[in-house]
């Protein structure tokens, strides 16, 4: 059983547009609602997108029509889709179960710095 790894960060310009992918084991996915969470120096990790199972989706509000999370049980793997990104969109994303999970184990993310 092994833990989520993310990929996909980088740097862009704002308006700019990455895709950050999570790998997971089956025994990690299978059934559960997976999340996307970011986190800047000094502050907490937040909640950013999670997706269910079956698909049904929610986001943070700083988000929404930017970004699209989705998921490929077949594959394992979980997508987001961020597009029209800002300088405050600057974090280390990470994926994770959703937060009813309250996960307390996390890999090192990827980064994604936006600016000019």
């Known amino acids: 059983q092994g833990h989520p790894v993310e990929s996909g960060g980088g740097a862009v310009q704002p308006g700019g547009s990455l895709t950050l992918s999570c790998a997971a084991s089956?025994?990690?996915?299978?059934?559960?609602?997976m999340a996307w969470y970011r986190q800047t120096p000094g502050n907490q990790r937040e909640f950013v997108a999670d997706?269910?199972?079956?698909?049904?989706?929610k986001y943070e509000d700083s988000v929404k029509g930017r970004f699209t999370i989705s998921r490929d049980n077949a594959k394992n793997t979980v997508i987001l889709q961020m597009n029209n990104l800002q300088p405050e969109d600057t974090a280390t994303y990470y994926c994770?179960?959703?937060?009813?999970?309250?996960?307390?184990?996390w890999g090192p993310g990827t980064q994604v710095t936006v600016s000019s």
């Open positions: 089956e025994s990690w996915l299978i059934f559960r609602p």
């Open positions: 994770n179960l959703s937060p009813e999970y309250q996960p307390d184990s």
């Open positions: 997706i269910t199972h079956a698909g049904r989706t």
